[in-house]
Nanobody, 123 residues
Framework: QIHLVDSGGGWAQPGASLKVSCEASGGPSTRYAMGWFRQAPGKEREFVAAITWATHNISFYADFAKGRFTMFRDHANNRAHLQMNNLKAEDTATYIC???????????????WGQGTQVIVSS
């Protein structure tokens, strides 16, 4: 079983960029699907992006993320990253990394979670 630690959150102006990162420990993450979810105050947790384990390396994005966010892996350091460009105020949320042997859009099916990292987008 692996454990996840999220980092990289902070404050950004609208239109700026941030990268959040997820470091896996306890074993290589290459055979796990990795995902990013987010949760804003008063809203339910929602899917942002996910990527299959390295053999297939297929990525998926929520509609609001397409064209702005890119998820990628750093296998040498057992990390998964989410590069977020052209940030909008509505991107403000806690971003949480997840891992599982299966990839779905439903957060309730994922078994391993990081602690989350806060992203605030405001002018």
């Amino acid at each position: 079983q692996i454990h996840l630690v999220d980092s990289g959150g902070g404050w950004a102006q609208p239109g700026a960029s941030l990268k959040v990162s997820c470091e896996a420990s306890g074993g290589p993450s290459t055979r796990y699907a990795m995902g990013w979810f987010r949760q804003a105050p008063g809203k339910e947790r929602e899917f942002v992006a996910a990527i299959t384990w390295a053999t297939h390396n297929i990525s998926f994005y929520a509609d609001f993320a397409k064209g702005r966010f890119t998820m990628f892996r750093d296998h040498a350091n057992n990390r998964a990253h989410l590069q977020m460009n052209n940030l909008k105020a509505e991107d403000t949320a806690t971003y949480i990394c997840a891992a599982d042997l299966n990839l779905t859009y439903d957060w309730t099916t994922w078994h391993v979670w990081g602690q989350g990292t806060q992203v605030i987008v405001s002018s």
